[in-house]
């Protein structure tokens, strides 16, 4: 049987303060994001546990969207240090050749009041995935980008939020 194994990782720097980009993006993210991208996610529920480790949450995506409906699982909440992990293990069309697509994220200061989000992203495939692997990559960081960058404007419009 075929495992394989494709990394992808990224920096990217924002204005706000780490604490608050993790209370956006790992406390709250069920709450906030369909709020943030009515566009994308229609609604984010929890299927199982308090929000901690070993919480599963569904997100459901707009009619329309290229997948109907992903599941994850919270891996790793830590707070002091501001680094989560998650696991999306369930996804409608998940290309028929994905296991799993883990994410690793760590929030730290960038020493001007703002932080450096770091990603790490890791696809695990069941099967070769050829030419498929570089568009959804593609597809994957160009979100990644695009939801840091409005959280950053929200919140930045928004400074009570989560202080």
């Given amino acids: 049987m075929y495992m394989g194994l494709f990394r992808y990782e990224k920096e990217i720097s924002v204005a706000v303060a780490p604490s608050r980009m993790f209370q956006a993006f790992v406390l709250d993210f069920h709450n906030l994001f ?4 009515p566009e994308i996610i229609k609604s984010i529920e929890i299927e ?66 703002g932080s450096i989000c770091k990603s790490c992203t890791e696809f695990h495939f069941t099967s070769d995935p050829g030419t498929q692997l570089a568009e959804e990559l593609k597809n994957a960081s160009e979100q990644e980008l695009t939801f840091f960058k409005l959280v950053e404007a929200h919140l930045s419009a928004n400074p009570d939020l989560y202080a």
Avoid: W
């Avoid at 369909?34 to 991208?37: A, E, T």
């Fill in 34 to 37: 369909p709020k943030l991208f």
């Fill in 48 to 113: 199982h546990g308090d929000g901690g480790v070993g919480t599963i949450k569904v997100e459901n995506f707009v009619e329309g969207s290229k997948h109907k409906y992903a599941k994850q699982r919270v891996d790793s909440i830590d707070k002091e240090n501001l680094t989560c992990t998650f696991t999306v293990f369930e996804q409608d069309n998940m290309l028929d050749i994905m296991e799993s697509i883990v994410y690793n994220i760590k929030f730290e200061p960038s020493g001007n009041g």
